[in-house]
Every structure is written in structure tokens, then in C-alpha cells.
């Protein structure tokens, strides 16, 4: 089974920047489509930024510009780095990979990280 561990949040003031890492863990063939989502209170987990194994990337629209996703696949890492944050932003933040395990096997499965908070407060 894969793990996804989450790092880089934190208390940042409005206009600061954070980054964001999620480093997986366990039987690794490759990743398929990253993602980060974040969910603030009260309101539904939504879909930050993606990256597809084909090279797409997209982001919400409250994010473009700001936020840029990335991924180390040799080390099994993916990152998300946060620009000018406004108190908009506060949220826990949530790693996601769709994982290929074996190379004997084409079998993808979704997996979560734990959610890393993020407050942006002054």
C-alpha cells in the first residue's frame, strides 16, 4: 500500500508564500494524475491544481497565477507552491495520487494524504 505524507503548512501572513510537500511511500511503479485539493471549514473539498500524467495541468480559478503544482516522480514527491495567500486560502490542504503499483500490472489505485493546515492570517 502507498502512503502519502504532507508537510509546509503553516501560519502565513497575507501575501506570503508556502510550499507544500506530499512524499509517497511504499510499492511505487509510477504516478498517474496528482492533485491537490483543500477543504475550509464549513465548505466542500474542492480541487485546487492537477497534474495528469500527459503533462496537463489545470487549477481552480480562485488559484491561477498564485499556486503552481510540480512533481519529483524519481523521488516520489509532489509539491504545491503558494503565492501572494490571502485569508481566502485558509484551509487544510490535501495531497492526491492515483498510483500505479506494479509494473506486472496496469491497476490504478486513488490514495489521500493526511491534509496539511494552512492559515493565512494577519
Known amino acids: 500500500q502507498v502512503q502519502l505524507v504532507e508537510s509546509g503548512g503553516g501560519l502565513v501572513q497575507p501575501g506570503g508564500s508556502l510550499r507544500l510537500s506530499c512524499a509517497a511511500s511504499?510499492?511505487?511503479?509510477?504516478?498517474?494524475?496528482v492533485a491537490w485539493y483543500r477543504q475550509a471549514p464549513g465548505k466542500q473539498r474542492e480541487l485546487v491544481a492537477k497534474?495528469?500524467?500527459?503533462?496537463?495541468?489545470n487549477y481552480a480559478d480562485a488559484v491561477k497565477g498564485r499556486f503552481t503544482i510540480s512533481r519529483d516522480n524519481d523521488n516520489n514527491t509532489v509539491y504545491l507552491q503558494m503565492n501572494s495567500l490571502n485569508p481566502e486560502d485558509t484551509a487544510v490542504y490535501y495531497c492526491?495520487?492515483?498510483?500505479?503499483?506494479?509494473?506486472?500490472?496496469?491497476?490504478?489505485?486513488?490514495?489521500w494524504g493526511q491534509g496539511t493546515q494552512v492559515t493565512v492570517s494577519s
Open positions: 511504499g510499492s511505487i511503479f509510477s504516478f498517474n494524475d
Open positions: 497534474n495528469t500524467s500527459g503533462g496537463t495541468t
Open positions: 492526491n495520487a492515483v498510483v500505479r503499483s506494479s509494473s506486472t500490472s496496469v491497476r490504478l489505485t486513488s490514495y
